[in-house]
Every structure is written in structure tokens, then in C-alpha cells.
């Protein structure tokens, strides 16, 4: 007799259907315990053809998990992070993880609250781009809780339990550099949102501390070293993360350092800013400035020149802080080591070698 669609399925009703004991069937709907895959099929094919639907609290009560994961980013409109989301939400799928999703907006007080509401889910995890490397004390507080926490893109070195997946922002930076060096150009100017650091403060050893801006400006001035070339913080034109400041940044380093002849952008909004810049003051790139930016988004080939960039792997970046956060949660005990991605150059037609000089090129546009 069917049962009435008021009546709930149960697992005995699964076991049943699948010939299997009820402790079997919990264990194949949960994916935990010894369970053969032919009686995993057969409980699985039992339970969607009964529309049956799990008891996650109870099923919490036994397994220890929630088989949740916690993830909390600064801004899901950033097309970086929200690639990064599709590759934990794609790797938690093929984990059996269910995934839920904070923005802060860069807020520390939103991401406490986040972190806090999570934490009063039982998540069994989270995945996290701290907004502060210092203020940390609710993230460290989950390693107390039972909670495994990874960190996205952004240290936060107080949190020691915690793994760190990130972009080698230094090494990505160095490749955006090294490309403008090897088609000849030496006065190389940087629009960053970091400010300038000075010369002495240029240490290799402080990568794995920094937030991307910083590491990026700390790749551009290790790269110029590298090839004999004198880091100029004159060169270094500190932006806020908008189009609108990354354009004026690029006007006043161009009025003031006439002989530049490259220009490298360490972010995507960045390099849009800094292309309408050299569109409004009629500076043909790459003829009389070449133009280098970090990150590849669509925009970036729809225009003429087509970008010349560093892509950063934002959506294997996501697939891998998922699993290094279920390494974690296997064996908290043990201290992950951080992973570093490495970006990619894509040589497009925004660079070339320098056909002017900077004062030729401030001359023709005058």
C-alpha cells in the first residue's frame, strides 16, 4: 500500500526497500562505517525513489559531524572570490559537504557575527578570508569548539591550528615584472592599494605574513632587484580599490615620472582603471606605454588592447582550501602546512618593447 504523502519516510522504510539492516543504511546515507558500494547504490536508489529525507540533527548525534562547512569572504561580487566559492561549493559536492555562505563587505564586525552564527550551526569546518591579520581572536577561539578553520588568500598567523591556501602573490608579481624587464623596459611604475614601502624594508621572509597587496608590491621590488634594477618608491602609486582612484593614481604618476614606459597593475579593478586612464589622456598602450594587470577577467579581452595579465587560479584556489580543510578535520592534531598556488602569464597585446621614451610620450600627448 503507498503511503499516505502526509506520512514521513524513515530509514527503516530505506532498509527495507533495500534489503538491508537499519544500522547498514544509516551508514550508506551517511557515508560513514564499512558499507560495500553495490549496497551503498542499492540504499541510496531506495531512498530517492521513497523521498526519503535525512534527519541531519540526528544524524549529527551520531556520526560527531554536520557535514557542513562554513564559508566567509569579504565580497561574493568580486569575481576572484566568486570563483573561489565555486570551487569549494564544486568540492564539497563531490565530498558530500553542504556548504554555507557569508559576505562581509570587509566588515570585522560582520565576520565575528558570521563566524559566531556558523559556530552555533556546528559546522564541522570553515573557510575563511580574514578581513584583519591581527584581529583574530574569534577565529582562534574555533580551534576550542572543535571547529577546523582554512584560511583563503589572507594570513592570519595568530590562528595557528588553521591551514592556508593562497595564490604565491610574490611569485605572480615577479612574473607580471619580469615579463616588462625582458621586453626591455626599466622604468617600471606600480599601481597598488598598498603603500610604498621603503627600500630597506624589502624582505623575502615576510611573504608568508602578508595580505596580497603588500606581497604584490613586495614581488615588484624583489624583481627589480633581481635584475639589477634600482626599486624606486617614486614609482609606486598607492590606490583605494576603485576604478575612479586607480585612474587618478595612474595620471599623477604619470605627471610626475614622465620616463616611465611600463606600468603594472596589481589588481583587475585596478587595471580597469588604469586602462580608462590611458584611454582619456590618448596614450596609445602598448606604442607608447605598456600595461600589465593582475587577475584575468572578461572585460580583459573585450577591450583593445586586449590586457596583457597574471591569472591567479581563484577557482582551484577554492577547490583546494576545501580539501585542505577536510584534512584537517581528519586529524586536528596536526599542524597543516600552507599551500601556495602559482599564477599564470597571459601575453596578450597591451605590452611590447618600449618604442618611447617616457618624456617622448608625455611630449606627443601634450
Known sequence: MARP??????IIDVAERAGV?????????????????????????????????????????ITGRTMTVGVVIPDISNPFFGNAVRGISTAAREEHYDVLLSSTEGDIGLERRAV???????????????????????????????VAVTLLDRPAPKVAAASYVAVDHVGASSLAVN??????????GIVTEASAMPSDQIDPTLASVLRPAPARLLGY??????????????????????RASASAA???LL??????????CTDSELSAGAFAALQELG???????????????????????????????????????????????VNPAERRQHRTLRGRLIVRDSTARPRKSGEERRTATL
Not at 615579463?179 to 617600471?188: A, K, Y
Not at 610626475?256 to 611600463?262: E, G, L
Open 250 to 252: 595612474v595620471r599623477r
Open 179 to 188: 615579463h616588462l624587464i625582458d621586453l626591455g623596459h626599466r622604468e617600471i
Open 116 to 146: 559566531s552564527v556558523l559556530a552555533g550551526k556546528k559546522v564541522d569546518g570553515v573557510i575563511i578570508a580574514p578581513v584583519s591579520t591581527e584581529d583574530t581572536e574569534h577565529l582562534e577561539s574555533l580551534e576550542a569548539k572543535g
Open 283 to 329: 596614450i596609445d598602450s602598448p606604442g607608447q606605454l605598456s600595461l600589465i594587470g593582475f587577475d584575468d577577467q572578461d572585460w580583459a579581452t573585450l577591450v583593445r588592447p586586449r590586457l596583457t595579465v597574471v591569472e591567479q587560479p581563484s577557482y582551484q584556489l577554492g577547490r583546494t582550501a576545501l580539501k585542505e580543510l577536510i584534512a584537517t578535520m
Open 221 to 242: 621590488a624583489m624583481a627589480l632587484r633581481s635584475a639589477g634594477i634600482r626599486y624606486d618608491p617614486a614609482l609606486v602609486a598607492s590606490s583605494a580599490y576603485a
Open 5 to 10: 504523502a502526509s506520512q514521513s519516510v524513515t
Open 21 to 61: 539492516s537499519k544500522s547498514t543504511a544509516a551508514r550508506a546515507l551517511a557515508n560513514y562505517g564499512s558499507v560495500s558500494e553495490k549496497t551503498r547504490v542499492a540504499v541510496q536508489a531506495a531512498a530517492e525513489e521513497l523521498g526519503y529525507q535525512a534527519n541531519t540533527l540526528a544524524r549529527s548525534m
Open 255 to 264: 605627471e610626475s615620472q614622465p620616463q616611465v614606459t611600463a606600468v603594472y
